[in-house]
């Protein structure tokens, strides 16, 4: 498991293009049959990748021992979107299903959990967050059609997209964790802009369904103190409360935001002008 630490803003700003990348890019998160995870103190939050082909690929205790615990979600919750072929995730004896955009929220006190590939040669390839938990909460898969859509921007902004709000307090409880996935309109290319912090959550953003040839410019840092990060299709980027979280692309793309902390009220944001970004 990667670690990541904490940034304080005024650190932050002082990092070139490698230290920047070092500090808050995921680059590779798919590895066949096998398990990538990256633990960032902010939040505490674990960002990762399960890619099964060949093999049924488990959450080994041995994560749980590296978190000071005998199972990784002994204390933990989880929640995973397939961004590939069909997959099935067993959670204690359970098989579920989950095909490409579907995302299956697993609670808190699951020892045994393994993934699997339907077919080897379209493998599944889930994104999972996973946080703190004080609860356990009920395993439940969510389809595209059961998440909550909102659709924002306009063609003549560029920002034209669908946040499907999948792991949210509307659709069922969860401890902290909230996840969703934003989907861009075709020739659309700006997301999250007029753009926000959140004091109160951290967020990750994993930027998918790109081209090789295709990237996204993430912007982040203070409002009066942005960077940039360029961003490939696969790769995710760790956002502090501190800092702004938003991008535009040379194509449309579609990518999976998940947040922790303090509450999960998706509104609570603090918006900035455009006119006031530096
Ligand atoms: O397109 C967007 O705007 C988003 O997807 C924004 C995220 O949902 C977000 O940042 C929530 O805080
Ligand atoms: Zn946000």
Known sequence: MQV?????P?????????????EFLIEKLFLADDISLTYSHIDRIIVG???????????????????????LLERRELGLINVGGAGVVTVAGQAYAIGNQEALYIGMGNPDVSFASVDAAQPAKFYLNCAPAHTTYPTRKVTQAEAKPV????NATGNRRTINKYLVPDVLPTCQLVMGLT????????????????????????????TENDTVFHFMGEPQETRHLLVHNEQAVLSPSWSIHCG??????????????ENQVFDDMDHIAIRDLR
């Open 183 to 210: 989907r861009l309109e075709e020739g659309n290319m700006w997301n999250s802009m007029p753009c926000h912090t959140h004091e109160r959550r951290m967020e990750v953003y994993f930027y998918f369904d790109m």
């Open 248 to 261: 535009v692309g040379t194509r449309r793309y579609t990518f999976i935001w998940g947040m922790v902390g």
């Open 151 to 154: 659709t924002l921007g306009d």
């Open 4 to 8: 990541r630490h904490n940034i304080h």
């Open 10 to 22: 005024d650190h932050a700003k002082q990092f070139d293009t490698a230290g920047l990348r070092k």
């Open 49 to 71: 990748g399960v890619m099964p082909v060949a093999q049924t690929v488990v959450l080994s205790p041995e994560l749980g021992k590296q978190v000071g615990v005998s199972y």
